[in-house]
């Protein structure tokens, strides 16, 4: 020992016999003692030295006996002894890894249980009882700081005491034998000790004790079992004699089968005669058979293996330790625990364990404190239980939210569990420790179903409703048993994972039975693909909303609204560092603090409230500086009920390459909805080889399983095999070993479930053989839900579905460009390498998986399409006043809503900019910003005549200039239906990889557009109505909608957005929407979209024909007009023209694709020309004979049938690429359409392109030539 220690030690005094003798710096020197311990090393050599000098068993506790009344030299011994007697864990932090800091660790470790054993005196708790109890006597008025601080330290120095763990080596004590800890138990109860813990669990002014009382009682039970404890002081059940009786019977089995052994191995002959036997068709290192050297009788047990070393299994992959603190304490230390546990639960424990919640809930209390609160629920509702059931006893802890509590635990044990791996052991203790608790709380459930009591029972059914109700509830264990790790969590835990199991699907069943509807919640987590077809994420319904609100008020006004350091700190809610403008970052904020509320995580809500108004006090978004909690409240209230704009998350590609998903895929939604419940249905999710495997690793230590666990085991397995005929996820070799053990064990009497099961299970197995021969094989490979169908129904022929593979030159030629062109500035490198590819085929998510496989790129994410629009939701005053500028500045203009969207800062879209001005009140409604048109011209343009060759060739130069903007508008309407396009975008994609891969796998002469004798009829009763201006505008917006998707190559679902009175009329027309679902257009989906869409899937080709079909119907030509003949000459020479202008019209249609400003110079000269030929026609007229001719309606006839043949060639040369469903019933058609197309190829070598153009052409010529005649 150190010089100065050991002066300071002598100054305390000495021990004579039973009395001490202080001296007279005593206080002096236990406060240098304290000083010396305050600046001790690392290795802890202070606290070594006074260990091995005992200075606690000679010095400190005598004097704390004898010299009680000094109580400035009590309060420092206690503080000293607090310290002395601290973990050693909290010492070194860990158990050490270098071996000289382990050897100071359990130098240490057993200084402490020597403290241990010092303290086990009855005379030390005597005096700290007494001191303990003359401070509790102290009103609040009188009890000073010091007081306080004594209280404290004394409930330290036992909870510390009682913490020092037992040393087996040392004590070898047996059960029924008091080990130190019994006797240190036995001190407590006789000192009185006990009943003070119990008066401070349940004094109303004594609370802020709680925490310490638990901890204390936790440790003092921590070697007892719940059923040791009641069956103490009472004789055997019948159930424990039968159980005992059992126990026997089976190792009298077991003895009896070793003694035939040992008979079976004495030889009858001497045993050097035991014999040499050739062992055929098993064959030794060479070619030749085996020789076997011994007797026959082991003949069966003989291996390769015999003699070689075994393999050492790899630290990381041994199993996990059981923890064994499990003894059986002397029989008056049981049963004093027993009386105690007694009047704790009448008195004190539905009060300590609120008290101890709110403190959890509040995080006031210290780190990995909820493990006493866990353990303390599960030990006290198992004593509860099997001491005559009261349900009011644990009132406090049988409720929904203690479900919620544990389930969370679970959760963030097991995130901590994988993440922090060099205290996987604590962290997988904590998970045993929440699981326990769990299946308390189901066990307490199932006892409350028993009782007598009607209103028991009922609370019981209210229980079970609300956690059969909730999927996170349901389907707990299946997330336990597909991530159970044997080399993290030890057996122990595998057995009350499977006995919890058990035990909540027997509810679930006998819940069901009972009621032939049964509604749960169901979760669908929605990813992001790129085949994307399923349908908007539902809405949260409002009774989900009022119930999520009811549960985050509660728990802020629980809290007090007071909020734990570590959430003010963590609650960030901008990125100073991130490009994002600060006014977005402020619209995140507000989706996140909404996310926060719907996920029911009140005080990190509130925490993130307060933080951004601390960084945007502007306007008061957030509230005002100095607003109440109740303000607070109803304001957090407003943003959960609030229509904020949901957060898109990444798109993410999935990779095809061996059916693999890409780890970067990431949420895209959680789709909440309610669904009738099936128990067959959720038992099938049990069918999956993860799920099946924690099963059979416990079945395999059948023999060391109590009978109750093993009936856990062959419950569930019939489940699989017998209820839904998934007996093949068994049929495996290592199964079938283990069922061999069972059939030959010779205490199989004991396991006669087990036996009778694997008969079942290896019967079937071979009855399956008779027709599958390849079931053998199968053995020696897990199977999952697909290979157990193939293995019992049939194989799937080989090549089928077979994915696009790459070659090494792909490979190579992909590298290369991708480096190529990675530093260019092209908005999507993708698009820019697809044309580059040798193979053609390749589609996006190809390349993307492929880039990804291959390293090239971290992430899909990378390779993300750009997204157009804004995300910004809110207006800044600077914006506001911007907005009102611009209206006051062009309110008396043409287009008041298109200059503002031009002339605006901050891009929005045209319905943010159209709702904001509502809101502003600078209109009074939509209406009034329609972009103004006047009448006479639209009536101009589509009156029952027709349009003139000039009005015709004008509207098409003067669509030129209007189309950026108006493609702008549609981007602008599509941004308001955001889901919808994005969907859109994916089904296309997904369309056009089918028809790259696929070929021509089908061809049909039916177009998406009806008849075209219904349209005409159509649009000829609408133009008696007045609404031709609404037809015009509808066939101009399909053949630009086909321009833009010519021009582009994507299609993309367009809306038909109305700026006019008339077209808005028309739209809400019956006839009208019966006409567009005519032409194919589709209808608002929801009450999100307003206007009607040109879907994504029609064509350019079909969108031109359906164009054609509205072309406004000519009148009925009088009986005059059909007189009318022509000359030969003049026919003959019309026909001419005709043919020379379908040339021209041919080179204008090559010319409209090279640009819109060749092509209309083009028209303008083509204009020209024809206005000298009409002259020239015009004076043959007058000079030729007239002769009879073709009437006017032959030549319309002739044009119609002309339009048909155009529309089905069209028809004819477009794939097909609908949904899955409808492929079979496209194949039937497929091969007589290619009939008809091989047929009709001349015919179509004729038409060209260009057909919708020539065709109003021609019949504008008609037109014209009637009007002359």
């Not at 029911?600 to 502007?618: K, M």
């Not at 209007?962 to 981007?971: A, L």
């Not at 997904?990 to 002469?1005: A, I, V």
Request: glycine content about 4%; proline content about 3%; overall charge negative.
């Amino acid at each position: 020992m150190n010089c100065e220690l050991l002066a300071t030690c002598s100054a305390l005094g000495y021990l004579e016999g039973e009395t001490y003798h202080k001296e007279t710096d005593c206080l002096e020197s236990v406060k240098d003692l304290i000083r010396y311990l305050r600046h001790e090393d690392d290795s802890r050599d202070v606290r070594q030295q006074l260990g091995e000098g005992q200075i606690v068993q000679n010095d400190l506790l005598p004097i704390i006996v004898q010299h009680g009344q000094d109580k400035a030299l009590f309060d420092a011994c206690i503080r000293l002894m607090v310290n002395l007697t601290q973990p050693s864990m909290l010492c070194f932090g860990k158990v050490p890894d270098d071996p000289v800091f382990r050897h100071h660790f359990l130098q240490v470790t057993s200084h402490l249980q020597a403290y241990k054993e010092a303290f086990a005196s009855e005379r030390v708790f005597g005096i700290l009882s007494e001191i303990l109890y003359n401070l509790l006597q102290l009103d609040w008025e009188q009890r000073q700081e010091e007081d306080t601080l004594l209280i404290e330290r004394i409930l330290l120095l036992v909870r510390n005491v009682l913490h020092v763990p037992a040393d087996p080596c040392e004590e070898k004590k047996v059960d029924d034998d008091a080990s130190v800890h019994d006797r240190l138990l036995w001190a407590i109860h006789m000192s009185g000790f006990d009943d003070l813990v119990k008066f401070l669990a349940s004094a109303q002014s004594e609370q802020q004790w709680s925490m310490h009382v638990l901890e204390i009682i936790s440790l003092m039970f921590r070697e007892q079992t719940p059923e040791a404890l009641v069956s103490a002081g009472h004789a055997r059940s019948t159930e424990e004699q039968q159980r005992d009786s059992h126990e026997l019977e089976v190792l009298r089995q077991k003895e009896l089968a070793e003694k035939r052994s040992r008979t079976f191995q004495r030889g009858t002959r001497h045993n050097r005669f035991g014999g040499s036997y050739v062992i055929n068709g098993l064959k030794s290192l060479g070619d030749n058979d085996v020789i076997y050297h011994r007797n026959l009788y082991n003949f069966k047990n003989y291996t390769h293996d015999t003699g070689k070393a075994v393999r050492r299994v790899p630290k990381r992959n041994r199993q996990a330790r059981e923890c064994k603190d499990k003894r059986r304490s002397a029989l008056n230390v049981r049963l004093f625990l027993r009386e105690f546990c007694v009047d704790f639960l009448e008195n004190c424990y539905n009060r300590l364990m609120y008290l101890v919640k709110e403190s959890l809930i509040r995080e006031q209390s210290q780190e990995h404190d909820e493990t006493y609160y866990l353990w303390t629920l599960s030990f006290f509702m198992a004593f509860n239980r099997g001491n005559g059931f009261r349900a009011d006893l644990v009132s406090e802890t049988m409720s929904t939210r203690a479900f919620h509590f544990i389930e969370r635990n679970i959760t963030n044990y097991y995130e901590m569990l994988l993440t922090d791996k060099k205290e996987a052991t604590s962290w997988s203790r904590r998970m045993h420790l929440a699981l326990k608790a769990y299946q308390e709380l189901l066990l307490t459930v199932n006892e409350m179903d028993r009782s007598q009591d009607e209103t028991i029972r009922q609370s019981s059914n209210v229980i079970k409703s609300n956690i059969f109700y909730l999927m996170e509830y349901r389907e707990i264990f299946l997330t336990l048993l597909r991530k159970y790790d044997e080399t993290r969590q030890p057996h122990s835990y595998l057995k009350d994972l499977v006995e919890s199991t058990h035990q909540f699907l027997r509810m679930l069943e006998r819940f069901c039975k009972g009621r032939r509807n049964l509604v749960v919640q169901k979760k669908k987590v929605r990813r992001k693909k790129s085949r994307g077809k399923g349908k908007p994420p539902a809405e949260t319904s409002p009774e989900a909303m009022e119930e999520t609100w009811k549960i985050v008020e509660e728990e802020l006004r629980a809290v007090g609204f007071q909020l734990s350091e570590s959430i003010t700190e963590s609650m960030v809610p901008f990125d100073a560092t991130s490009d994002t403008p600060l006014e977005e970052q402020r619209t995140e904020a507000m989706v996140r603090l909404q996310d926060a509320l719907l996920a029911r995580l009140g005080p990190e809500a509130l925490g993130l409230l307060r933080a951004a108004r601390e960084v945007w006090p502007e306007g008061d978004v957030f509230g005002s500086a100095d607003v109440d909690p109740e303000e607070e409240l109803e304001l957090l209230k407003q943003i959960l009920h609030a229509n904020l704009p949901a957060t898109v998350p990444e798109p993410v590609v999935e990779e095809e390459d061996d059916g693999a998903e890409l780890e970067e895929e990431e949420l895209e939604s959680v789709q909440v909805s309610e669904s009738e419940f099936s128990f067959l249905d959720f038992i099938k999710k049990f069918a999956h080889p993860n799920i099946v495997r924690p099963y059979l690793l416990l079945l395999k230590t059948y023999s060391k399983n109590t009978p109750h666990t093993n009936h856990c085991i062959a419950r569930m397995l019939h489940r699989l095999a017998f209820d839904i005929k998934m007996d093949a996820l068994l049929y495996q070799l290592s199964v079938f070993n283990v069922f061999n053990k069972i059939l030959s064990d010779p205490a199989a009497t004991a396991y006669q479930e087990l036996v009778t099961f694997a008969k079942f299970v290896l019967k079937r197995f071979f009855s399956l053989t008779t027709t599958n021969h390849k079931a053998y094989v199968e053995l020696l490979f897990s199977k999952n839900v697909g290979a157990v169908r193939e293995m019992t129904e049939g194989y799937s022929k080989e090549g089928e579905e077979k994915k696009p593979s790459w070659t090494e030159e792909e490979e190579e030629e992909l590298r290369q460009l991708y480096e190529e062109h990675r530093h260019s500035e092209v908005p999507d490198i993708v698009e820019t390498l697809l044309p580059l590819l040798s193979n053609s085929n390749r589609t996006r998510r190809q390349v993307v998986t492929q880039l990804v496989h291959m390293g090239m790129v971290d992430s899909a994410k990378d390779l993300k399409k750009q997204k157009k629009g804004t995300r910004i939701v809110l207006w800044t005053e600077e914006q506001e006043e911007e907005l009102q500028m611009l209206y006051e500045e062009y309110k008396d203009s043409d287009d008041v809503l298109g200059n503002i969207l031009k002339k605006q800062t901050a891009k929005r879209s045209r319905a943010r900019v159209v709702d904001k001005l509502l809101s502003m009140g600078l209109v009074s409604e939509r209406r009034e910003l329609y972009k103004k048109r006047s009448h006479s011209a639209l009536g101009k343009s589509s009156g029952k005549k027709g349009m003139t060759e000039e009005e015709f060739l004008d509207g098409l130069t003067q669509d030129f200039p209007d189309e950026p903007e108006e493609r702008d508008d549609d981007e602008d309407e599509s941004e308001d239906e955001p889901e919808e396009s994005e969907e859109d975008e994916e089904v296309e994609e997904d369309e056009r990889e089918k028809s790259q891969n696929g070929g021509r796998r089908s061809q049909s002469l039916h177009s998406p557009v009806e008849s075209r004798v219904d349209v005409g009829a159509m649009v000829f009763a609408l133009q008696q109505e007045g609404m031709s201006g609404p037809i015009t505008w509808i066939q101009t917006r399909l053949n630009k909608t086909a321009e833009d998707r010519e021009e582009d190559g994507l299609s993309q679902p367009v809306p038909l957005a109305t700026l006019t009175e008339e077209n808005e009329d028309a739209m809400e027309s019956k006839s009208f929407q019966r006409l567009l679902r005519k032409l194919g257009m589709r209808p608002p989906a929801n009450e999100q979209e307003r206007f009607w869409r040109i879907p994504a899937k029609i064509s350019a080709a079909e969108l031109r024909s359906a164009a054609a079909a509205l072309h406004p119907r000519e009148e009925e030509p009088t009986g005059e007009e059909q007189e009318i003949s022509r000359n030969s000459t003049g026919e003959s020479q019309e026909v001419e023209e005709e043919k020379e202008e379908e040339k021209e019209g041919e080179e204008e249609e090559e010319e409209k694709e090279v640009s819109g400003e060749q092509r209309a110079q083009a028209l303008k000269a083509l204009q020209l020309k024809r206005k000298k030929k009409k002259k020239k026609r015009h004076t043959s007229e007058h000079t030729a004979p007239v002769s009879d001719s073709s009437p006017v309606g032959d030549t319309d006839s002739a044009m119609e049938r002309s339009q048909e043949k155009t529309s089905t060639k069209r028809s004819r040369s477009r794939v097909l690429d609908d949904d899955d469903d409808e492929e079979e019933k496209n194949e039937d058609d497929s091969m007589a359409a290619m009939d008809m197309d091989t047929n009709g190829d001349a015919d179509s070598d004729r038409e060209d392109i260009s057909a919708p153009v020539k065709r109003r052409r021609k019949m504008v010529l008609i037109d014209e030539d009637e009007d002359e005649d």
